[in-house]
């Protein structure tokens, strides 16, 4: 799918401008299934098993049946709604306020502005929301782009509650990062991925696989990097002029990243991330750091449901257990 572009979204038509126009929209679920059927559909109803384009017959509780082949589907089947209890009117007011909130939203913030009846499910939702937020088959950064690590500091809630003293439980984790620096000031996208050690081994990939090839890489010079320049890179190596020249001179935009990061997860999150689920959370913290110039927090909240209705979808198991962990 081809997303549209955001000169042709125009707000008030293609996503509410407010709260208030929200609520004009979305009065019931027949109107939230129309509306993430024009995301998945922009072009009109296409059959997922015959692919015939055709207008579908219509039942009750927003089945769809193919006019040519016959198949049942609805337009929440195989996305992150999909077999939902929660009411798609929750899901897209959860979607507002976690695109409208400039730092997000925790998880025990969700369920109080909600009203949700429990802890989990707003859990889950904000989980599944974070699974839509990578978007399949994006863009190699380019152009100059720094790469540098920083450690962050998470704790594990659920030993929290076993009774562990928090300082104790505090893990160093250290996460790599890529932003586009752009010129003459400014920075563009950012990447971040949690890596095991700051060696080769493991950013000399992390570099491949979010950088394009020809790009300006700013690194401050460690032998991690050594090899940057057989893999077609351009390295460039910070210039310290001094021992204790700050980060914040050498590698600006990999700085304003790494500290809008610790901010982030300790502000919104007051640092109780699972270890095993902080990538989702890097990926919640890149969606928003991308899109943070966006001239309408609606739009965002268009992309996200954009993004949600084509992102597979996950259970409860799988998210309480990430990647085989
Ligand atoms: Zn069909």
Known sequence: MVSRSPIDLVPGRDYPRDW?????????????????????????????????????????????????????CTVTAGSVFDKTRTPLRTWLAA?????????????????????????????????????????PGRERLAGKVEVDETYVRIFDPNKLLKGAKRRGRAANTLI???????????????????????????????VRETVQPGARVHTDGSPAYRSLSKHNYAHEKAVHLGA?????????????????????????????????????????????????????RGLLFYRLLEQAVITQPVTYEQIAAPRGT
């Open 244 to 296: 204790d020249d700050p980060a914040h001179v050498t590698m600006p935009g990999v700085h304003r990243v790494a500290s809008l990061l610790k901010r982030w997860l300790i502000g919104t999150h007051q640092g109780a991330i699972q270890s095993k689920q902080l990538d989702y959370y890097l990926d919640e913290f890149a969606f928003r750091f991308n899109r943070r110039t966006s001239r309408s």
């Open 95 to 135: 979607a507002w306020y976690v695109t409208n909130q400039k730092i997000g939203v925790s998880a025990l913030g969700l369920q109080r502005v909600l009203g949700l009846g429990s802890y989990q499910t707003a859990w889950a939702m904000l989980h599944r929301f974070r699974r839509a937020m990578v978007r």
């Open 176 to 206: 790599a990062i890529a932003v586009e620096v752009l010129e003459p000031k400014g920075f563009g996208r950012v990447r971040l991925k949690r890596v095991v050690e700051g060696s080769e081994e493991y950013l000399l990939p992390f």
């Open 20 to 72: 208030n126009q929200f609520l004009d929209w979305f009065p019931d679920e027949e109107s939230c299934l129309s509306f993430l059927e024009q995301l998945r559909w922009p072009d009109g109803f296409v059959c997922p098993r015959c692919n015939a384009r055709q207008e579908p017959y219509r039942s009750s509780r927003g089945r769809l049946m193919c006019r040519a082949c016959r198949y049942q």
